[in-house]
Every structure is written in C-alpha cells, then in structure tokens.
C-alpha cells in the first residue's frame, strides 16, 4: 500500500516587523521651545482640519499589509508594527526608494537614525531595533496587497451585476456587462494608477503645507523632504507615462 506524502505547509509570504526606537530627549536645536517628541507626535497625527482623505502615502508601497506607529513610555520610546510581503530586505529598499521622505519625518526623531535613504545604513539601524517575534500568526500567508486589491475590484463587479440582474430585464447584455468590467479589472488601468498617484500627491503636499503653517520645521529641515518626495512622485508618474 503506498503511503500518503506528507502535507507540507507552504512558506509563508507575509512577515511582521516591530521596531522600538529610543526617541531624543529634549527640545529641537532648530525651534527651542519645541520637544522632540512634541513634534513627533505633530507628524503622526496629521493635518489637524482632517482634509487628507483617500489612499495614502504607505499605499505606494505594494508589499504592505499594516503599519502602525506608536509613542510609548511617555514620550520614550516609538514602536513601529509592521505586516508585508516577502523579505526584509527588499521590504526595506521599497522604502528607501519610494518614501525615504515620509520616514525621515518620522524617525528623524530617534537616536542615530541615519535616513532612510542611505540604504545600507538604514537596514543596519532597522536590524539594530528589532524585536524578534517569538511566535506570528498570518490568517492568509500566501495573499499579497495586491491580490486584495483585484478581489474587492471583482467583488464589486459582482456585487453590481448582482444588484441590476435582481432589477429584472435581459441578462444576457448585464452578463456581457459583467465580463467588460471583469476584463478592466485584469487589465492595466492606467488612467487609475495616473488618478491614485496624483490623490496622494496632493494629499501629502496638504501634510507638508500644514507642517509648515504649524511651524513644526525650519526651512532647512522641511526642503530637503519636500524636494525628495516631489522626486519621487516625479518618477513614479514618469513610469506610467
């Protein structure tokens, strides 16, 4: 009798990241009556008159499944949660290139933080603060963002054909319907990539105008981000011209 092959679970795709990092004490040389973890927590909450709607800035990054921020032990300590896709690494670098800007403005404000753009440095300091999971749970290990994404755009093609055939009327030209949007979905739409990039776009130059209403940074600690992320989203629109 031939024995049965061993079932074996397939690797999972999804991993967690948690960083702790010690946050500076004190006040910003730049802007003395400001604490740094005053200012940290200015960053975090965002614009104040809730205006920044839509997706936002993680969305660029396609890997990720959740992140979090967190400011501990009060006003010691930030914690960073993360879920995404694949290795560490190559998790990393997508930040580097796409949003070296958005975490500089957040982690600027702990110790020894090298910028997120000088790569190998960066991924030294990330691996310096991580706090290694004893045990991770993933309900879905082998789903990407991306996959999540394409079945709520068919679920929604579904759910509309549902709605109209209940309606009444000719099925076949609603099944007809149906399929050309089915097809949209597994096609290339750039025209809603052009739309999603410019949302996020303009609800980012939104967070860095109030940054600077708020007087939160000086000049020469805001341009530098600005110039970095207006190359960014420069390049990212470029690679879907």
Not at 23 to 40: H, K, N, T
Not at 111 to 137: S, T
Request: with cysteine.
């Amino acid at each position: 009798m031939r024995e049965k092959e061993p079932i074996v679970a397939p690797p999972s795709r999804v991993r967690s990241l948690v960083l702790v990092t010690p946050i500076l004490q004190g006040f910003v040389p730049s802007l003395p009556a400001l604490r740094y973890v005053e200012r940290l927590q200015g960053v975090l909450h965002g614009p104040s008159d809730g205006k920044a709607t839509g997706p936002t800035v993680l969305d660029i990054i396609d890997t990720v499944h959740f992140a979090q921020w967190s400011i501990l032990d009060s006003g010691r300590r930030l914690l960073f949660v993360s879920m995404f896709v694949g290795e560490l690494e190559p998790y990393l670098k997508d930040f580097s290139v796409r949003m070296a800007w958005g975490l500089d403005l957040i982690w600027m404000h702990c110790e020894g933080y090298p910028g997120a753009a000088q790569f190998e440095r960066f991924v030294a300091w990330v691996k310096r603060h991580m706090v290694q999971a004893d045990r991770f749970h993933a309900a879905n290990p082998e789903v990407t963002v991306v996959d999540v994404r394409w079945w709520k755009a068919q679920h929604a093609q579904f759910e509309a054909f549902r709605r109209k055939v209940r309606c009444g009327g000719d099925i076949e030209p609603l099944f007809a319907e149906l399929e050309r949007g089915l097809a949209r979905v597994s096609a290339a739409d750039e025209e809603a990539e052009r739309r999603f990039l410019l949302s996020i776009r303009d609800n980012v130059r939104a967070s860095i105008r109030d940054l600077r209403e708020k007087r939160l940074f000086s000049p020469a600690e805001i341009e530098p981000i600005e110039r970095n992320f207006e190359q960014v989203m420069a390049t990212l629109s470029g690679e879907q011209s």
